[in-house]
């Protein structure tokens, strides 16, 4: 089987990629073609994470927000500019389906594909879609969706759009030796300190005011996203610091709590994992999703949201005082999201 696919620039994007690739991987022989954004996030690890891949990477951009910045003229024109590009390199390829996760990659992607009448499943990771996944859901034979709060974006016929969820990475946690390597006592609480990515500075300034209070009984993880914020928490005995972490949902299943931005991926795993979480989604997200998906958290009894603008030392305090009390009863009957997936393209693919 071969099989295209896109979406990347971030975590929430690449790791449902990831993980739906190695799920059907587990169950067929596949070759892969993966069109990466260059230099970004999939474009560096994907030949790591999926040895055999075939990556074509794209030199392209996203839109400008607002969208009416004039030079988002240019940045369209490019990616028209690729569609041919990607269509040639389709037909030399001839996969059986094309799997997306959008952003802004998935556009000369999916149109190119369309052109070609090839078979396209795509997969929104947000509670509010972004603007690719919604002006794409056209093209697609499914829409596989995270939230079922999300299902009244997408204009398709219902039986097209499919509740899944999104895709994680798991493991079995393992407390103690993670606590071990960080020189941890298992008698604190631990919390979970992460923006994302690229890291949060509002999230890193007001981690600092909290961490100048002194650490009341509770060790702090921190992934900072920034190698000079990193270095100057190491003063802090009580906190562990990181640039970046790869394996994060390991720290997230051994955490008793989490302070993040507000990453569709994130919220998974925070659920799956039965971890509270306190949810600062970040301002300038594209069609504000961050914070529909931290408001779905809140609505699911498991964290708080702070918006950005209202943060500050004091109001976080208080509130990872109150996420250690916090708990939720498991997720019955969980099926992974990518055998839901498998399942609908099976029903439209030959395999």
């Known amino acids: 089987m ?3 696919v896109c979406g990347g620039g971030t975590g929430g994007h690449y790791y449902p990629v990831l993980a739906f690739i190695k799920g059907i991987a587990g169950k067929y022989p596949v070759d892969i073609l993966y069109f990466t954004v260059k230099n970004k996030l999939e474009d560096k690890k994907i030949e790591k994470d999926f040895p055999g891949v075939e990556k074509f990477p794209l030199d392209i951009q996203g ?47 999916i149109k190119a594909a369309n052109s070609l009448n090839r078979k396209i499943f795509i997969h929104s990771q947000n509670a509010k879609p972004g603007l690719s996944n919604k002006k794409l859901s056209k093209y697609a034979h499914n829409v596989f969706i995270s939230f079922e709060e ?54 890193n300034d007001t981690m600092i ?57 994130s919220i998974a795993e925070l ?35 702070i918006l950005e603008d209202e943060l500050n030392e004091r109001n976080l305090t208080l509130k990872i005082e109150k996420i250690l009390s916090l708990k939720h009863p498991q997720i019955d009957n969980y099926r992974d999201p990518v055998d839901i997936m498998i399942d609908a393209i099976e029903r439209e693919v030959e395999f």
Not at 272 to 287: D, Q
């Open 63 to 109: 839109l400008i927000r607002p969208l009416y910045h004039p030079k988002n003229f240019v940045v369209v024109h490019n990616h028209r500019r690729k569609i041919n590009e990607i269509k040639r390199k389709l037909k030399e390829f001839s996969p059986d389906f094309i799997f997306s996760t959008g952003g802004y990659v998935s556009y000369p992607v």
């Open 271 to 305: 659920k799956y994992y039965n971890v509270p979480g306190i949810i600062i989604p970040k301002k300038y997200a594209a069609e504000n999703h961050q914070y529909y998906n931290g408001k779905s958290l809140e609505k699911y009894g498991l964290g708080y949201v």
């Open 209 to 265: 005011k909290v961490y100048e209070k002194g650490n009341k009984g509770i060790n702090y993880i921190h992934v900072t996203g920034n190698v000079k914020i990193s270095e100057k928490l190491k003063k802090y005995d009580f906190v562990r610091s990181f640039d970046y972490i790869d394996n994060l949902h390991e720290y997230i299943a051994v955490a008793d709590g989490v302070v993040s931005s507000g990453g569709a991926s």
């Open 150 to 203: 999300s299902r009244k974006y997408f204009l398709l016929p219902e039986e097209k759009i499919i509740y899944t969820g999104i895709p994680i990475r798991k493991c079995v946690p393992d407390r103690e030796k993670k606590l071990d390597e960080l020189k941890f006592s298992d008698s604190k609480p631990v919390i979970l300190v992460v923006g994302g990515s690229f890291g949060s500075p509002v999230i």
């Open 2 to 4: 071969k099989i295209a």
